[in-house]
């Protein structure tokens, strides 16, 4: 009797035990899961790196500059720029279809002259990618040799990866425009500001990704889902 059951109880314990090559598997993807999430948080810590918490002082001027639209202030701070001298015209990219200049020159008026003599509107571009080529053809049609990018710090790294992919031989100077929130509190303070980090880290790699696999001047197509700014 002791003897039956003791067969019977290693046949169970056999019968219940992984076999060794599905051990092995599980093993192995557990380790590439642990890689990943380890090199996710290492390339998130490098792009946090890249994005700047204090505004910065130009130390040179430029042809041109560009303001991708989205941020409160960030038409405002570029309009300044112009009107300071940094640059000979301004591109405001991503303009919704049924704004005009004279609403644009409304909102600054003491630049309203400058507006309308120097401002020159975008309303094709709906994303990042869109941004890029229209900023392309802007500077290609002025002949501009450098230019001052305006957008919010969060937005900058993926801006200037997209533009430098656009405009190899254009000098591009960035103006980060910080955000009062991410000046004040560090970002893993603030919930809302981590989730922003971490949801324009995930755009910046996918924008990486896409701009190794597609050609740089991007149809129209890929410009509408190439992903917002």
């Not at 301004?90 to 630049?111: C, K, W």
């Not at 031989?169 to 509190?185: E, G, N, Y």
Request: glycine letters at 6%; a positive charge; one cysteine or more.
């Amino acid at each position: 009797m002791a003897v039956v059951e003791s067969r019977t109880t290693g046949i169970t314990a056999s019968a219940g035990a992984a076999p060794r090559p599905w051990r092995r598997l599980a093993r192995a993807a557990a380790l590439v899961g642990l890689m990943t999430l380890a090199a996710f948080a290492g390339g998130f810590v490098w792009f946090v790196g890249r994005v700047p918490t204090a505004e910065v002082v130009l130390d040179r001027d430029a042809d041109g500059i560009v303001v991708l639209t989205g941020g409160a202030s960030r038409i405002a701070d570029a309009i300044e720029l112009l009107a300071s001298g940094r640059g000979k015209r301004l591109l405001i990219s991503g303009v919704h279809p049924a704004t005009t200049s004279s609403e644009i020159a409304h909102l600054v008026p003491d630049y309203q002259r400058l507006v309308t003599c120097c401002v020159d509107l975008d309303h094709s571009a709906i994303n990042t990618v869109g941004n890029a080529v229209e900023t392309k053809r802007w500077v290609k049609d002025r002949g501009f040799r450098s230019l001052i990018v305006v957008t919010s710090s969060y937005h900058m790294p993926r801006t200037m990866a997209e533009l430098a992919r656009q405009l190899p031989d254009v000098a591009l100077i960035p103006f980060p425009v910080v955000t009062d929130k991410l000046r004040a509190v560090p970002w893993w303070s603030s919930a809302p500001t981590a989730r922003l980090l971490v949801s324009e880290y995930l755009k910046y790699i996918v924008a990486q990704v896409r701009m190794r696999v597609a050609p740089a001047s991007a149809p129209a197509s890929l410009a509408r889902d190439g992903g917002s700014a």
